[in-house]
């Protein structure tokens, strides 16, 4: 058989189980094979696929060893139709994309986005999966209340709402959000920490098989609470960081913090828990962020999340000393190239939004949005399904380039960009379906395609 020519599907017989935290088994016939990660994704690929669909996730960003990678999985395949594990069959049988909302409710659909927790936006682009038939990700606003009052932050809620989560109503949402297949919940806030029985959440979220992500400041992390995350294997923090200086940073947070987040992420890095660095960009600490990748050298951080300060919540207020002009943008856009030539410590500079594309936003009421920044419930998930809501036509609409004004709609680069983030350009021009006229690349392009009909 010349396995460049033929297409594979799974047997339908063949059962498959997650064990452990890296390792699979395929079982068929009372026999069994043990898979590692890479074995696994590639055994979920076999839904209509050939061998070029099958290798390109794993030789997209390794061109060099193309064609000894596609060897290797060739020997792979082999080895599966000899147990009868997966057999060949006729093209237009089923597709990825045809069979993807029965994909996303098997336990395996990890191989989707294998490295959740890193997955990088700018080395992974969406638009080369389907839209999955649920989000994959969600951030679960776990509370309102915040100890900090930032510059930078987009949600001001906390100063007018007062009511307290309930736990039972918590769970209640995190079982509908288990129902619709979510792999991974992001607890946010407000100060997810101010929240008394935050590691009975935890403890619920990950007894669901689900992963578990905590946005904090840190400064509520002390000795006790760092062993209580220690504990539980898998759970990844992501503390903000507004500057890698004392002053820089202190101006964005309040006086005194830099210092004593500096110490919790000293006492993080020493404990081996997985530490995120959120980084929001601004004018005012710009010029810090060639610093980022000495510092998370120095801390033994696994990745810092660059996002662009974006004028919502307590940030409109503060739009004319921390937006970026376009020479920062251009700054950034340099920075960036540079950043991609170079490898770990990983600097992921965020451009592209995959709100409403594989994630969206939930909070301890159950109101679902479409993001975290745009403060517009599309519903409520202890009403309706959590499916339902996201393939809703408000939710739709938000992510379709057709119904985007110029110059975004006509732009070579939506399918990358996405129409850039929905909040940004309804901060900036209050319509959602605005064209960015603030985008770089978008200028340049109207630019380039002006001279070129003239």
Known sequence: MRMDKAVFYKNDKAKWRKEGDSESVVYYNNKFIRLNETASEIFHYC????LDRI???FTRFNPAGKDYLKLKISDFLKRLLRENVIITGPAGKTSLRDDFPRLTK?????????QMHTFRIGRCDCSDFPRPSAPLRIFFTLTEDCNLSCKTCYNDKHKDDLSEPQEDTIKMIIDKMKDSGVLEIILTGGEPFLYEGIFSVVDYILSKGIKVRINTNGLLLTDEYIQEVKKRKGVVLTVGI???SEKTHDFIRGKGNFRKVVAVIQKLSNSGIPLYINFTVTHKNLSEIWRLRQFSRD????????NIFIRAG??????SVLELTAADLLTLRIFGFLNRL????EVTLITSCYAGYIEANVDYKGLFYFCELLDYPLGNVLEKKV????????????INPEGFKEPCRSCFFRARCKGSCRAEVFFRTRDLYSGNPYCLKGRIFQYMRKSMCR
């Open 55 to 57: 290798a390109k996730p």
């Open 242 to 244: 507004d500057g890698t």
């Open 387 to 398: 499916q339902e809501l996201w393939n809703s036509p408000d939710m739709v609409s938000l």
């Open 106 to 114: 098997e336990p395996g659909r990890e191989f989707l986005i294998p």
């Open 314 to 319: 307590q940030g409109y207020a503060q739009q």
């Open 299 to 306: 801390f033994n951080i696994a990745e810092i999340i660059m």
């Open 342 to 345: 170079t490898s770990s410590p």
């Open 47 to 50: 839904q209509g696929a050939d």
